[in-house]
């Protein structure tokens, strides 16, 4: 009985050791993911899985639901994401995101999360040194068109499916 009870929790421990997430929030296909370890910098268009900083707005984006429990700093999950833009980027929020005077595709700011609350946009600026600006093409994703440039050192490594689909 007790290696019945042992087995599932060896199983997890053994697939979170080898990068396996499972991903349950809308932002990204639902299912199972590995992290890739990145060897090379960060580029526009990874997908990755990033650990939020502990600040204020993370504090509240968990209260709010937004983000579930992980094994990430103040026991947060991590994200993830598309990078979108770099150091040095000008990031501007409007109706939706604008990058280096470009509009970002499928990026429309909401004014409410999915509860009607009302949410706050970033207001914009350069992307500053170490940071990086995130994305979800997902309407309702908690991305940095609300939390605004994080810091890059978050980074686990790229977001890989491996057994995902999309509800």
């Not at 709010?64 to 700093?73: D, I, N, Q, T, V």
Request: aromatic letters at 10%; charged letters at 15%; proline letters at 11%.
């Amino acid at each position: 009985m007790t290696a019945l009870l042992f087995l599932p929790v060896a199983l997890f421990v053994a697939a979170y050791g080898v990068g396996l997430r499972i991903n349950l929030t809308p932002s990204y296909p639902l299912g199972i993911w590995r992290i890739e370890m990145l060897s090379r910098a960060i580029r526009v268009g990874d997908r990755i899985f990033i650990c939020p900083p502990l600040t204020h707005e993370f504090r509240r984006a968990r209260e709010r639901g937004y983000l579930r429990r992980g094994f990430c700093p103040g026991w947060l999950s991590p994200l993830i994401k598309t990078v979108v833009a770099l150091p040095g980027q000008l990031i501007e929020i409007g109706a939706s995101v604008v990058i280096d005077g470009v509009n970002l595709q499928r990026s429309a700011v909401q004014p409410n999360d999915g509860s009607g609350r009302p949410i706050t946009p970033y207001a914009g600026g350069v992307v500053p040194p170490g940071f990086l600006f995130l994305h979800s093409p997902f309407k309702g994703s908690y991305d940095s068109r609300y939390f605004g440039p994080i810091p890059a050192d978050g980074v686990l490594g790229l977001a890989t499916p491996i057994l995902t689909f999309v509800p």
